[in-house]
């Protein structure tokens, strides 16, 4: 591919060579024997030249134009003489190209201009044109004599490098974000660094984790706070495709109103007060990932709207902003509330609860699953006995005991700080906790892994309206052939329960 240094030499040495040509037919030093003689010497040399070549006279009218320009417009003499050439320039280049062969025609100066010319085949080509004055002996203007080359493949290597310049600055833009993000928000808590337990309610949100986390299905994660929601994000997340993407956190409880719309979605310079420049939100940079809202019961009411539309439409606008940006984002939502309840009361939206609770998971309480609490205790000990540098080998029967007739009101959370707090005071091999628990009566019965099956399966039944088949229905929100379904309900002695009238 020709350099614009090497095309602009190529041009001059054509011009070069078509001038002394002029001047041999004009009379110089060593004239042909007659005028029709240097006529078809000039022919000659400008039809065997390897670019296209014109001419035009005093009044800017083109008067010649040779072999190879009629060959690649398709045009013939008659055609393209006089204005007839301008036809085939690109309807977008025709003003600019014709004002700049005007205005530098005028001042008799050189003339370089790039511009889109038809070809024979109707494609248009982008050719470099230059073209320089003539002047006779005695200094009289003759007009311009000038050369066209095609540089197309140039003109596409150029396009294409400013795209790629774009898209990698777009890139080097997102990743800066994310990793400013990443630095900020996404510094993972050892203390939940992995889901543990082995009780019949936990391994069910494992089952549930491992049937929705290859699909793209939006999720809710419901459950007392502290229970762990922002791990089953985390393995859903990290179980995908999307895994090699960020996982973007946002607590909607910790922003204001006034902020979390330009956490969200992003703003323009100058959109509000303080908006000093633009910013990308947290869609953008979950941009092929999963966004993880949290606490999404406590979005106003405003920006529910607007996240409705990115769920249905996959589209938003920065604030401030007119363009809309196309994301492919997963959403997983979490909330220690009750939505529906919410909805009922006018606080959420009804439209994006249907939206959200696509596929619901249920983080259990502490209480439900105390015989994970040894484990639990395990992973924390271990976990705090490193970061302190404290060597702590067991833990008393009666301080487990302890530990496992609380009721946990602050669930994970709070049996972490727990152990913390056991752990900064210890100073010999066994575990001495500090805190004192009153003793509880536990009221909640602990249910069989077919009791959370059916009330499950029931849940997802009535939020489906009973239907068992199609998008909507609850075998495909389940994950199971709608056969497979219909053998657990038989199973299980799940009917759907009819209204009665006296």
Known sequence: MLSPATIILLGLLVLALLIIGLLIIRGGKRPVANTSDNE??????????????????????????????????????????????????????????????????????????????????GEYRWVYDSGIPRFSADGAFLGYIGSCIDISERKESEVALQRANTELHQLKNQLEAENIYLQQELQLDEKFGE??????????????????????????????????????????????????????????????????????????????????????????????GTIFLDEIGELPLELQVKLLRVIQESEFERIGGNKTIKVDVRIIAATNRNLKLEVDQGTFREDLWYRVNVYPITMPPLRQRKEDIPLLVEHFVNTYARKFGKNISSVSPRTLEDLESHSWPGNIRELANVIERAVIHTHGSVLQVVDHFKPVIETVPTETLEEVEREYIVRTLENTGWRIEGPHGAAKILGLNPSTLRTRMLKLGIQRRRASFN
């Open 40 to 121: 078809d010497l000039f022919r000659s040399i400008a039809d065997a030249a390897p670019v296209m070549i014109w001419i035009a006279g005093p009044d800017k009218k083109r008067t010649y134009f040779n072999k190879r320009w009629l060959e690649f417009t398709g045009q013939d003499p008659a055609q393209c003489l006089q204005e007839g050439w301008t036809q085939s320039i690109h309807p977008d280049d025709g003003a600019h190209t014709l004002e700049t062969y005007a205005a530098n025609f005028d001042q008799q100066k050189p003339v370089h201009m790039e511009y889109r010319l038809r070809r024979n085949d």
């Open 195 to 288: 889901i543990i337990g082995q009780s019949d309610a936990i391994k069910y949100v494992l089952f549930k984790i491992t049937q929705v986390a290859p699909t793209d299905t939006t999720v809710l994660v419901t459950g007392e706070t502290g229970t762990g929601k922002e791990l089953v994000a985390r393995a859903i997340h990290g179980a995908s495709a999307r895994k090699d993407r960020p996982l973007i956190k946002v607590n909607c409880a910790a922003l204001s109103p006034t902020l979390i719309e330009s956490e969200l979605f992003g703003h323009e310079k100058g959109s509000f007060t303080g908006a000093v420049g633009r910013k990308e939100g947290r869609f953008e940079l979950a941009n092929g």
